[in-house]
């Protein structure tokens, strides 16, 4: 069975550093996908960045990039100079390729940026 | 390009009552799924559909039904509601065929049941 742990429940973080939020997992399967998503208190799951199990390189988006180390079975998220805005939850959750788009979620860091 | 749309937004029912949420999937989407999500906690996975079929389901009792209709567009039902099914519903939307491997969330459906 897949698992997801975050370690963090919350973190602070002052407007234009960098922060990086935990995330483990754990499976069997060699061929998964890594997805992260920030959730700020409306609700709506906003997708931030993906990384294939067999991606040889760290996925980036803007000021997001993901620290894959599949050895270690991580993928922490690391923002780049924050904003205000970026202050939400955040959730790290794994697909099981071979279990069709069946996402497993964390349990979700609260990201606050202080001014 | 409309993304994942969900309604109602917000809600309020009696237990022991029915509900059903809606949701449209993205442009060129084929695949919905349905996740639940309690205060303070991840989602968690309740079906997919695609094909207009159920093709998993998470541990979720009977109580939650789905459908896919011939657009790809997908409703949830719940019925003989609990004070525990109180939670946010999440539609995700994703392709089984096309390019790309990211899935898409609605704003979700904030189910009270009172």
């Known amino acids: 069975a897949q698992k997801i742990t975050q370690t963090q429940p919350g973190m602070f973080v002052q407007e234009k550093e960098a922060v990086t939020l935990d995330c483990t997992y754990d499976t069997s399967d060699p061929s998964y996908g890594l997805f992260w998503y920030k959730q700020p208190s409306s609700g709506e799951m906003i997708f931030l960045i993906y990384q294939g199990s067999y991606d040889q390189q760290n996925a980036t988006e803007g000021r997001y990039s993901l620290n894959f180390q599949k050895a270690r079975k991580s993928a922490n998220l690391v923002i780049s100079a924050s904003q205000l805005g970026d202050s939400a939850m955040y959730f790290c959750?794994?697909?099981?390729?071979?279990?069709?788009?069946?996402?497993?979620f964390g349990g979700g860091t609260r990201l606050m940026v202080k001014p | 390009d409309a993304g994942v749309t969900q309604s109602p937004t917000h809600l309020i029912k009696t237990r022991g009552q029915q509900v059903t949420l809606r949701c449209s999937p993205k442009?060129?989407?084929?695949?919905v799924s349905w996740y639940q999500q309690a205060l303070g906690q991840g989602p968690q996975f309740i079906f997919q559909?695609?094909?207009?079929?159920?093709?998993q389901r998470g541990n979720f009792p009977d109580r939650f039904s789905g459908h896919q209709f011939p657009n790809y567009s997908s409703e949830l039902n719940v019925n003989a509601l609990l004070l525990g099914d109180s939670a946010l519903y999440l539609c995700?939307?994703?392709?089984?065929?096309?390019?790309?491997?990211?899935?898409?969330f609605g704003e979700g459906s904030w189910l009270t049941v009172v």
């Open positions: 995700a939307s994703s392709s089984r065929t096309g390019v790309g491997n990211t899935i898409y």
């Open positions: 442009s060129g989407h084929d695949t």
């Open positions: 959750a794994m697909r099981d390729d071979n279990a069709g788009n069946m996402l497993t």
């Open positions: 559909y695609y094909e207009e079929e159920e093709r």
